[in-house]
């Protein structure tokens, strides 16, 4: 992936510009311009790229290997230029030392591509140099990279002097803008979703008094008894909580028996008076009515099926 800055610093994101990890070091990417003809200049820039250790390895091997591979084959074909030169019939001889060096150099060149090409991690962008510094025009530097993820990280370190973007640069940036963005919005929908959970306590431990309280309370027979019985309680719970859970579960027992005790009465006048009561008390008590509501509309229910008029 080709990137342009019109720059003379650049900032280098702090990631491997072959494997994408955190760098921990860097290479020295150079390029190099002749200018004039009769007097020759040599100018030479360079700038420094992250990569990391592992990276640095296998591109060194492969580098290694190239550099290897090219002295190989050129020594072979400058011994046989010598012998071609000095011995006028040599001219198939030198042919074949040169050939044969340039053949017995490749296998080298393999085994030596293959140790780098092991030493690569899955998420490697290349087995050699992974970004090359193309060179320079006035304040324009030129750079050509291997991974497109570096690219695009190098790209947006330094956005407001890209430029000559290319169309595949500009699908690249919008993709990771892209991706980006997604990933904003399911850190936000997460953290949407687990703020309540974080925010949820463990339920408190219940009081031990409390059920204690409750269990006896709930064995008693008859509202009277139970309702002495939760005078005693309230000597011993302070809570003001577990006071009103008490208070809550025994108006649910009242209700309970006198639905019972509706149940089993005869008369419809008797059903009715032991309705009514366990309606006023259930009023009159220090429960608030909301909590009771479900209580309060059984009641209510009951009463008023029994002064319907019966059916047929
Ligand atoms: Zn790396
Ligand atoms: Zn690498």
Redesign the pocket.
């Known amino acids: 992936m080709r990137v342009a800055f019109s720059a003379r610093a650049l900032k280098f994101p702090p990631v491997?510009?072959?494997?994408?990890?955190a760098?921990n070091a860097a290479f020295v990417a150079k390029a190099t311009r002749t200018t004039g003809k009769r007097v020759v200049h040599h100018r030479t820039h360079s700038w420094e790229i992250p990569?990391?250790?592992?990276?640095?390895a296998h591109a060194d091997l492969a580098s290694t290997a190239v550099m290897v591979f090219a002295l190989i084959a050129m020594a072979a074909i400058v011994v046989g230029i010598v012998i071609w030169l000095s011995a006028a019939h040599a001219a198939g001889i030198a042919l074949g030392i040169a050939i044969g060096g340039v053949a017995g150099g490749l296998p080298i060149l393999m085994i030596l591509n293959a140790r780098a090409e092991r030493r690569r991690?899955p998420?490697?962008s290349t087995v050699g140099s992974?970004v090359e510094f193309l060179g320079w025009d006035g304040s324009v530097q030129f750079f050509d990279c291997r991974s497109e993820r570096f690219a695009a990280a190098f790209a947006i370190a330094n956005q407001t002097k890209l430029i000559n973007v290319s169309p595949e640069l500009r699908q690249l940036l919008t993709r990771v803008a892209e991706a980006a963005e997604s990933a904003r919005k399911v850190r936000t929908h997460e953290e949407e979703t687990a703020a309540p959970a974080l925010e949820l306590r463990p339920p408190p431990a219940r009081n031990e008094s409390l059920i204690m309280w409750l269990e006896k309370i709930e064995r008693l027979k008859g509202t009277a008894a139970r309702r002495a019985a939760f005078g005693r309680a309230l000597v011993e719970i302070t809570s003001s909580e577990d006071r009103a859970t008490l208070a809550l579960e025994v108006s649910r027992m009242d209700v309970r028996t006198a639905l019972d005790k509706a149940d089993s009465l005869k008369t419809a006048a008797a059903k009715r008076r032991a309705l009514v009561e366990a309606l006023e008390r259930i009023r009159a008590d220090d429960v608030p009515d909301e909590l009771q509501a479900p209580e309060i509309a059984m009641l209510e229910d009951a009463i008023r099926r029994l002064d319907a008029p019966a059916p047929g």
């Open positions: 491997c510009s072959c494997c994408g990890d760098s990569w990391c250790g592992v990276c640095s991690k998420t490697c992974p």
